[in-house]
Antibody
Framework: QVQLVESGGGVVQPGRSLRLSCATS????????MYWVRQAPGQGLEGAAL????????YYADSVKGRFTVSRDDSKNTLYLEMNSLRVDDTAVYYC??????????WGLGTLVTVSS | DIVVTQSPLSLPVTPGEPASISCRSS???????????LDWYLQKPGQSPQLLIS???SRASGVPDRFSGSGSGTDFTLKISRVEAEDAGVYYC?????????FGRGTKLEIK
């Protein structure tokens, strides 16, 4: 069955960096675009970073552009999100989601990132 | 950038009654291929979001047929024909036309 498992979250000081991973299984990873969606505490969903199935295109929300980098390693069936210059308002649960067509048909359970001094 | 506006933000519903949520986009989501790139997601309390409806009206696998999506262009509606207790949660629409996609602010459906 399809599984997406995020890891790498934790508590980090403002200005520092963190790398999130999303390990996948149960499907052909290299055939799907992938998406990082985040949710601040008590708030709604915000798309953060999207990468095409072949890695050729990447898209970022304005709020993370220039600070976050999405990448993928198809040999490891893993999606990454490198987050630099973290700010307090980056505090959120970060979900990875599989894209089929243009829809997010499978989601992980999320990993919590807390940016605090 | 596309702006997606949902209403209402809160929706109390009695079990067995119908419910309706509106989603309006600042730009047409009708692709030249004839599909509307608008999805609906449900986030139940304490859970990850799950896909309900894709391309405006196509129910995802395993979604009960009491859920239906309709609309085209800039105006869309999610309808639940008869609400059940398990339908409680926050419903989000998302435009899937212009990456990175944009979510609506969510509609919290509360069971009376």
């Amino acid at each position: 069955q399809v599984q997406l498992v995020e890891s790498g979250g934790g508590v980090v000081q403002p200005g520092r960096s963190l790398r999130l991973s999303c390990a996948t299984s149960g499907f052909t990873f290299s055939s799907h675009g992938m998406y990082w969606v985040r949710q601040a505490p008590g708030q709604g969903l915000e798309g953060a970073a999207l990468i095409w199935y072949d890695g050729s295109k990447k898209y970022y929300a304005d709020s993370v552009k220039g600070r976050f980098t999405v990448s993928r390693d198809d040999s490891k069936n893993t999606l990454y999100l490198e987050m630099n210059s973290l700010r307090v308002d980056d505090t959120a649960v970060y979900y990875c989601a599989r894209i089929t067509g243009a829809s997010l048909d499978y989601w992980g359970l999320g990993t919590l990132v807390t940016v605090s001094s | 950038d596309i702006v997606v506006t949902q209403s209402p933000l809160s929706l109390p519903v009695t079990p067995g009654e119908p419910a309706s949520i509106s989603c309006r986009s600042s730009q047409s989501l009708l692709h030249r291929n004839g599909y509307n790139y608008l999805d609906w997601y449900l986030q139940k309390p304490g859970q990850s979001p799950q896909l309900l409806i894709s391309l405006g009206s196509s129910r995802a696998s395993g979604v009960p047929d009491r859920f239906s999506g309709s609309g085209s262009g800039t105006d869309f509606t999610l309808k639940i024909s008869r609400v059940e207790a398990e339908d409680a949660g926050v419903y989000y629409c998302m435009e899937a036309l212009q990456p990175p996609y944009t979510f609506g602010r969510g509609t919290k459906l509360e069971i009376k």
